[in-house]
């Protein structure tokens, strides 16, 4: 952003999109716990695509689900700090145990930048800003910009230190972030000089109206109404895997769908004919693969496949959908997108900076469309 606000009903929307996406993945078991506005990417019709999911955690209520990646110290469970410090919440911070509410504290950090201009609890000095996020109140939202009181109350619910006090569903947020946005939209009422004017002209307009239904319903109760038609939906299981299966992906012919599922503790691309049969597995190695995207003919698979090293950044793959010898394409942060002309799309570090970078589908022709 720039240090640039956005307006208010263009950052609701985005922040519409952003926690209905993130619902999705809560109600599948999954947080983000990296959520910045540098893995939210705007495509040129407005929608948002949540990107990197590489520090996405399976969250449990079962303290022994997680015990594996976790410390003790005190009789108090820790965790490896993870996330981006400005956007992090006060558990995160803490190296605490997370669930989804962290997610919706960076949301609610994103949301504030998004109308400020500015992140809330961003200082000097990584340090300094951890101590914000633990310690300090968000400043008021800048006058400069009208903000409805509903909309910044929003804010800073998201952006409660403890966890308990949040929204407690991110589906919540999003109807108090839909319900702001019709409050926006509902237009002010007229001042009384103009109602007095208008008063005569809505008198007649009402007695036509009034005189039009009752000529329609004099009509309609003539004929013999015909049985509201009747619409039928089938749900049928793709899968029955042990476990989750996530990142699901139709491919364009709308023939197959691919997904990750996990095998022997590593995830793996899975491809499986929506006409029936039993799933294929793709990938097979010993390293986790996820994110699948299908080319737009539907004869490659792209995937992504982070890192084994902390702080290292991860690379996109191609596949054959039907199984093959995988490819290297790009060096990515995370998951990748293919666009219709079969361009891959994806955040990449070059020289300590982070790119968006694009390139033909065998990783030649790499252009970058932005810094970060």
Known sequence: MNGRSLPPSVAVDYAIQIAGGLAAA???????????????????????????????KLISHDPAFDATDTVTIGGVP??????????MSPEQARGLRTDHRSDIFSVGAVLYEMLAGIAPFRRATVADTI??????????????VPIPDALERLVRHCLEKQPEARFQSTRDLVFDLETCQRASRTPAAASPAVRQSVRPVLMVAGLIVVAAVALLGYVAGRRPTPPPEMSVHSV???TDFVGFEVFPA??????????????????????RLLAGGTPVQITKDAVDHQSPRWSPDANLLLY???????????????????GGSPRRVLASLGGADISRDGRVTCFSLVNGQIHLVHSALDGSDVRTIASL
Request: glycine share 8%; hydrophobic share 45%; aromatic share 8%.
């Open 26 to 56: 809560h109600e599948q078991g999954i947080a983000h716990r990296d959520i910045k506005p540098a893995n939210l990417f705007v495509t040129r019709d407005g929608r948002i695509k949540i990107l990197d999911f590489g520090l996405a």
């Open 78 to 87: 820790l965790a490896p700090v993870v996330g981006t410090a400005s956007y």
């Open 131 to 144: 101590s914000a996020i633990l310690n300090d109140d968000p400043p008021g939202l800048s006058p400069a």
């Open 236 to 238: 049928r299981r793709l």
């Open 250 to 271: 139709l491919s364009p012919d709308r023939r197959s769908v691919a997904f990750t599922a996990t095998v022997m503790k590593r995830r793996q691309i899975f491809v």
């Open 304 to 322: 992504y496949s982070p890192a084994d090293k902390d702080g290292a950044q991860g690379a996109v793959w191609a596949v054959p959908a039907l």
